[in-house]
């Protein structure tokens, strides 16, 4: 077994065990934390296949931005967990349905021989020139432009309707307005009194 190997094999087992980990944690934010684990080992494995760029966007938008904005509207909203388990319960054969074909669906396109693994040889390796990078750019901006826009819109929705979750108002909360704040008059604050003095008896 050689060293890739066994990279491999470690980065999926800790993969799998983030993922089931996701699914099966009470706490919202524990599911999250397992995620962002779950993150870090597909970049393991991204770096793998020869993936770089891959990985690191991986990282940093996943990670560094998604999983942040996620875990700050989890904890800003107030959830029912008792509600959550009876949807669960009473949902769980419609998402066992699904799962089953989603996984038919991943076989089907991402199966052995999409990947030459039944009995082909494997490609060969890319020259010391090539760049992943400058590859995948071109394939985004010229074949596949259309659905990076579209993409790009989707996740701005997102971003949008996650910052209108957390934009409510609460009446018990209070809040400072500037503007106000710096109108204020003195004479609106302090009143002066004036009184007679009196001499103690």
């Known amino acids: ?7 491999f094999y470690v980065f999926a087992a800790i993969l799998v065990f983030a993922a089931v980990m996701v699914i099966t944690r009470k706490n919202p934010v524990h599911s999250a934390l397992f995620l962002v684990l779950a ?3 597909s970049a393991g494995l991204w770096m793998l296949a020869e993936a770089e760029f891959l990985a690191i966007a991986l990282v940093l938008v996943y ?13 800003m909203l107030d959830i029912n967990i008792a509600e959550l388990r009876a949807g669960f319960v009473r949902n769980a054969p419609v998402a066992i349905l699904v799962a089953l074909a989603m996984v038919v669906e991943l076989v089907m396109v991402v199966g052995p021989k999409r990947f030459g693994l039944d009995s082909v040889a494997a490609p060969p390796a890319n020259p010391a020139e090539y760049s992943n990078t400058e590859e995948l750019g071109l394939a985004l901006f010229t ?9 790009a819109v989707i996740l701005l ?18 809040y400072q307005d500037p503007s106000r704040q710096s109108t204020v008059k003195a004479r609106d604050r302090l009143r002066v009194i004036k009184m007679d003095a009196e001499e103690k008896g």
Do not use: C, D, W
């Not at 074949?143 to 993409?151: G, N, V």
């Open 1 to 7: 077994m050689s060293f890739e190997t066994f990279l």
């Open 39 to 41: 993150f870090f080992n």
């Open 63 to 75: 990670v560094g931005a998604v999983m942040v904005l996620f875990l700050f509207v989890v904890m």
């Open 143 to 151: 074949q596949h432009l259309y659905a990076f826009e579209i993409a």
């Open 157 to 174: 929705v997102g971003i949008v309707a996650a910052i209108g979750l957390t934009m409510r108002k609460r009446p018990e909360t209070k």
